[in-house]
């Protein structure tokens, strides 16, 4: 019984930790929602070309979603940027980070009603709202792309945008999230109002970062490596007049904006081999592939699911006495230490060091080691 109990104890703390913290896309530090995702005194040239209310902020979303369907972001995603404080991560990882501060979860989802008025659930890829964000930001003024997390506040947003309109203010406080132009235009007054009662301090303060994260999430295309050692990293728009790089950038934002799904493709090939002609994507092949591994596997996740199914199987050996159940639950346990393991050692190689400098790092890894010794 004291095994069985030690093994109960490896799947509960070997699947709750990991879950509690979430795994969100960065090699590092990316359980601290306040670390810096772009840069004060961001460029003010847009190198895809200035935005503007044309056909692709006026589309209806199924159109919008279909053209995202549509295309290749692959040349993009494995591309090298650099963060403030030095870090590098590819373009995938940014987005998802990016998205993750906006929209509180891994992708942005636009909710509409079918034919039948039942709502249908568009999901978009991080990378295409990342982009879409610099490229056609006007699309997102209405539309829910702010998550707020605290319910009164919400609420208190809602009421004020659909004054009287109980049905509305219902229906948008389940999606969880509001506009830019909501959070425009009540967030202010709010502020003044709520900031100092009981738990409206920490909600504002997230308000505050997702439109920052917004307005500035051109600023995170610092992607054009340093020119020589000891340089700093520029970002797209620095890229000489006439270059490659540039003609490329502004004929993405050209066909993106005119929602023709075969221009962009051409054009976000052209760019991905402009720049890393350029010397982009230096952060490495084998690492790049490592870390968009990472991103894609969800191996922390699959492993709390295997813990989750470990620690079933084990309280039904304990309470029967079935030895098929002891052994199922058994294998299973070894089944999610496998895949923690190898969890916790890719994130080790993509941030170049043992991950253990977080709370979401710390946790993993003391999680990983108690699910050890209860195994053993």
Request: with cysteine; charged share 20%; hydrophobic share 45%.
């Amino acid at each position: 019984m004291r095994s069985l109990a030690l093994a109960w104890i490896a799947c509960l703390v070997g699947m709750f930790a990991p879950r509690a913290l979430g795994q969100a896309a960065a090699p590092e530090g990316n359980a601290h929602p306040e670390a810096a995702l772009v840069s004060e005194g961001a460029p003010l040239v847009n190198p895809f070309g200035e935005a503007f209310v044309g056909e692709s902020s006026r589309v209806d979303a199924a159109r919008r979603h279909a053209f995202a369907q549509a295309l290749d972001l692959d040349p993009i995603r494995r591309l090298a940027l650099s963060q403030p404080g030095g870090r590098v991560k590819i373009a995938d990882t940014m987005a998802r980070e990016t998205v993750l501060a906006i929209v509180g979860r891994k992708d942005y989802v636009d909710v509409q009603l079918n034919e039948d008025g039942k709502p249908e659930k568009l999901h978009y890829d991080p990378v295409f709202t990342w982009l879409d964000l610099m490229i056609d930001p006007s699309y997102y003024a209405d539309k829910p792309l702010i998550h707020v997390e605290y319910l009164p506040l919400r609420e208190a947003i809602l009421e004020r945008a659909f004054a009287g309109d109980k049905a509305s203010q219902e229906r948008w406080k389940k999606l969880t999230r509001v506009t830019p132009i909501m959070v425009g235009r009540y967030g202010p007054e709010l502020e003044d109002e709520l900031l100092f009662e009981p738990g409206y301090q920490p909600a504002f303060q997230k308000l505050r970062r997702a439109s920052a994260v917004i307005q500035g999430v051109r600023s995170t295309l610092v992607v054009l490596p340093p020119e020589s050692a000891g340089g700093r990293w520029r970002h797209l728009a620095e890229a000489p007049e006439g270059s490659e790089v540039r003609a490329a950038a502004s004929a993405v934002g050209d066909a993106w904006r005119a929602l023709d799904a075969s221009a962009t493709n051409e054009a976000i090939a052209r760019l991905g081999a402009a720049i890393e002609a350029d010397g982009g994507g230096g952060y490495g092949g084998a690492r790049a592939e490592v870390e968009y591994f990472y991103n894609r596997a969800n191996l922390f996740e699959w492993g709390a699911w295997a813990y989750l199914l470990a620690l079933v199987g084990l309280l039904l050996a304990g309470s029967t006495g079935r030895p098929w159940l002891m052994r199922t639950g058994v294998v299973l346990l070894f089944v999610a230490l496998a895949v923690h393991t190898i969890g916790f050692g890719v994130r080790c190689s993509v941030a170049d060091r043992f991950a253990i400098q977080n709370q979401f790092e710390s946790m993993t890894g003391l999680s990983l080691f108690a699910g050890l010794v209860g195994a053993v």
